[in-house]
């Protein structure tokens, strides 16, 4: 017999305007294991976490804590019950030190009253469990990977026993994605229950040693690493549907049509935090698909930006199919047909509080609006929108429901198909397919 679950979730219910996240969910967390919650873009493994942290309140349903009922109704009670979360957007102060935001988060306002002994935890913490970073930094300098790492300090420090971790590897390189698994790895051994949301197999198989799959707000199933195979997942994630290779990509050969962006001899001055370009040459025909490449915070951002026309040049020319647009303002660039994915949808362009509808009309007022602005043709948005999502493949909840209350992943999906509905003849994407599942 091994030991009872540390954690029980039993018949958690939570539903939203027109979206059942959590649908009747009974879930075991057991101490020292690293346990994956996986399922498509809106399966509910967020909303489900937290509900465990206290971020939510469900509507129904039961928590258990080493076979005792528990009531969880805001973070602040989670974290008495040793439950931390990593969330997806970190909850941090860039202008404060790694010391001073660890601080804010511990009770009484350790950092004021034993500034040296926080450093001295920090460091025995850091070197314990390969978290290290400088406790003098300011927060705002250090990149991603540190920046999570600042997070998981703070849930140790704070004495959590159970770490919830959204969407871990999003925004990771590849040699921090390697290094977070090996955290895991170390937490573990120490007795931490670790739960991660993924969409991603094949960290699934590498990390977790049990995995639950969710689809459509309920537990499908939950198995052990050794029984889990990439085809198996992907059968339980989506049902009986089939994921498909996308089709063989048409190359367009239009020798008289001039290029869709040419940039020629392109700085920027990077002023603050960005980074400034220097001499950027780029042609980028129609039909051409071209990746930037990088370790971020290179300059990809501020050349997307750019492009766009939320940044000036210090020098060079911008072209936009054979037209001079280097002094053109955004709402000329977008005018020509070029659509934007911006790298948090959530942030930069989506209106939380509004519906998926609402944000589609929001974004093209000129094409819906009717009777001189005083009305929006709702028919034919949604039309668009429907059109687009099934174009691309995608499904969402509902096209009611309010943005702010979708998965990240669906986020991205709504974005994509409202950006790509009227048949954009460029398209700037930053990470467009963060967030997504498998399928989509």
């Known amino acids: 017999m091994g030991s009872p679950p540390l954690l029980i979730l039993q018949g958690i219910t939570k539903k939203f305007p027109g979206v059942l996240a959590n649908d009747q969910v009974n879930l075991e967390i057991l101490r020292g294991e690293v346990h994956a919650l996986l399922g498509e873009n809106g399966a509910g ?36 019950f040793r439950i931390g979360m990593v969330f997806q957007d970190f909850i941090q102060i ?67 026993q159970v770490l919830i971790f959204d969407e871990p590897t999003r925004s990771l390189a590849p040699h921090e994605i390697e ?38 707000g309920r537990i499908v199933e939950t198995l052990p690493k050794n029984e889990a195979t990439a085809e198996k997942l992907i059968s339980l994630m989506f049902g009986e549907k089939e994921v498909h290779s996308s089709p063989p990509r048409k190359e367009l050969r239009g020798e008289k049509n001039p290029p869709a962006l040419e940039l020629r001899h392109i700085s920027t001055r990077g002023e603050g935090l960005k980074t400034a370009l220097q001499n950027i040459n780029l042609t980028i025909s129609p039909g051409e698909i071209v990746g930037v490449a990088g370790v971020s915070g290179n300059g990809q951002k501020e050349l997307g930006d750019f492009i766009l026309g939320l940044e000036p040049c210090s020098a060079g020319q911008k072209f936009l199919f054979g037209r001079d647009a280097t002094p053109w303002p955004v709402s000329r660039v977008r005018g020509q047909g070029v659509a934007f994915i911006p790298e948090d949808p959530l942030q930069m362009s989506a209106f939380p509080w509004l519906t998926v509808q609402e944000n589609m009309a929001v974004s093209h007022l000129s094409r819906y609006s009717r009777q001189k602005g005083l009305a929006i043709d709702w028919e034919a948005v949604r039309g668009d929108l429907n059109r687009s ?47 997504l599942d498998v399928r989509s």
């Not at 465990?52 to 009670?77: C, K, M, V």
């Not at 660890?102 to 040296?116: K, S, T, W």
């Not at 070197?127 to 406790?135: G, Q, S």
């Not at 937490?187 to 799959?213: C, M, N, P, W």
């Open 179 to 216: 290094g977070l698994f090996r955290v895991f790895a170390n937490l573990r051994r120490d007795g931490y229950a670790l739960i991660f949301i993924t969409h991603k197999l094949q960290e699934v198989l590498a990390s977790a040693d049990r995995i639950t799959v969710m689809r459509r």
């Open 389 to 435: 999502l099934e174009r691309l493949g995608f499904q969402v909840p509902s096209l009611f429901a309010p943005v702010g209350v979708l998965s990240g992943g669906n986020v991205q999906r709504v974005t994509l198909a409202q950006e790509t509905a009227h048949d954009p003849r460029l398209i700037v994407a930053f990470y467009p397919t963060r967030g």
């Open 45 to 80: 493994k967020s909303t489900l976490m937290k509900i465990l942290y206290g971020f939510y309140r469900a509507d129904s349903g039961e928590i258990f804590q080493n076979g005792r009922p528990i009531q969880i109704r805001s973070p602040h009670d989670a974290r008495k």
């Open 94 to 160: 860039p202008a404060l030190t790694v010391a001073e935001n660890i601080a804010l988060f511990l009770p009484n306002l350790p950092f004021l009253l034993a500034q040296a002994n926080l450093f001295r935890r920090i460091d025995e913490i850091s070197k314990r469990y390969n978290l290290t970073v400088d406790p003098a930094a300011q927060l705002g300098q250090l990149s991603i990977g540190d920046r999570q790492k600042v997070e998981l300090l703070k849930l140790i420090l704070a004495d959590a």
